[in-house]
């Protein structure tokens, strides 16, 4: 068992809105932020030591929407310049004093809307944002929204930079990205209704790389991805690295290979399985993993309640399993919610009106 060390606890009432569509936990800029779209803007608090002591949001930026959606992990700059508002139908990049600078529409075909927001700032530059857009009807032979989503990286003022075509179709699409130190992109995780498929990006666009597998997180070098999807013998999952060029891919760690690490507490799960909801990259040696188990009811009605764990976090240090991460019981005394890592070895998790960060005595 791993006893990790709280850090922090933030206390807010928003934390009720992880999950809703209408909260989120940003990760990409220079220190965790909370965001929170509401009716009338939104609303971005920093997650530090100070913020603990204090609610007071750092940024607003104003702006009604028809809905209240935060689309990507990051739709905030990291300097906190602009932000990115996204509509039923459009992006609309924003100032801090609400002026709209200019408005795109999202990609995909009427009814199967595609939607991303995903800022970097390249060492130097300004903050460039990706957004899922149309198809550029200029381009030779054009893309077809029913079988291609276009990324398309622009700049401040407008202009477009770069644009990057994910050759996958369907209904129910959703797309991330994996971006390296360098500010470009790693790797494309795209989701077609259940189905997971991890693009690898390189000179010649984004290339079909991993089917069946989705996409967890890059690592802190920019040399590769991990990702999580079905074993080799089809009977667990896995978590493997990918190279961000060539071919190479290792495997990590299987759930079994998890389980066996904390044998004397068993029975930790009836039927586990990794899942890329949640975890990622807490150092470039050090992977945060979780573990869901379907409920099993006839299992649970057999066995107790006690047999069946929902979640747990684990620790894996260069493809070796370091055990289960146990909580304080008074922090999460029910289900875990999503770990979300942060690259300085620390993480956080959320309760009731309350988002805790942990760390690790190493």
Request: overall charge negative; aromatic content about 6%; glycine content about 12%.
């Amino acid at each position: 068992m791993i006893r990790p060390r709280l850090l922090l606890v933030y206390r807010t009432k928003d934390t009720g809105l992880l999950g809703s569509g209408a909260g989120v936990i940003d990760r990409t800029g220079p220190v965790p932020r909370l965001l929170i779209r509401t009716d009338e803007g939104l609303v971005v608090h920093d997650v530090t030591a100070e913020g603990a002591r204090s609610a007071d949001p750092v940024a607003f930026f104003p702006g009604r929407a028809s809905g209240r959606p935060i689309i990507g992990a990051g739709p905030v700059a990291p300097d906190l310049s602009h932000a990115v508002l996204v509509d039923a139908s459009s992006y609309r990049l924003v100032t801090r004093d609400g002026t709209l600078l200019w408005e795109r529409p999202e990609a995909g075909p009427a009814g199967n809307p595609v939607r991303y927001v995903r800022w970097v700032q390249p060492s130097g530059a300004e903050p460039r944002v990706w957004l899922a857009v149309p198809p550029d009807p200029a381009a030779a032979g054009g893309t077809d929204p029913h079988k291609a989503i276009d990324l398309a990286l622009f700049s401040v003022a407008g202009d477009e930079i770069d644009r990057l075509t994910v050759p996958i179709g369907g209904r129910q699409r959703s797309v991330d990205l994996v971006v390296g130190p360098d500010a470009r992109p790693l790797a494309v995780g795209v989701r077609v209704a259940a189905r997971a498929t991890t693009f690898r990006v390189g000179s010649g666009g984004a290339v079909p790389h991993a089917a069946d597998r989705a996409l967890l997180d890059g690592d802190l070098s920019g040399s590769g991805f991990v990702t999580i999807g079905l074993s080799d013998s089809g009977d667990t999952t896995d978590a493997r690295w990918h190279a961000a060029r060539g071919d190479g891919t290792a495997t990590m760690v299987t759930c079994a290979d998890l389980l066996a690490s904390e044998q004397d507490t068993e029975p930790v799960h009836i039927a586990p399985n990794l899942t890329s909801h949640s975890g990622g990259h807490l150092s470039d040696d050090l992977l945060l993993l979780a573990m869901e188990d379907a409920y099993d009811e006839i299992e649970t009605e057999l066995f107790g309640a006690e047999r069946w764990r929902p979640s747990s976090h684990w620790l894996v240090s260069s493809g070796r399993p370091l055990g289960m991460i146990a909580y304080p019981d008074q922090s999460h005394p029910d289900d875990l919610t999503p770990a979300v890592p942060f690259r300085d070895g620390t993480w956080l998790t959320h309760g009731r009106d309350v988002l805790y960060r942990w760390g690790l005595d190493r």
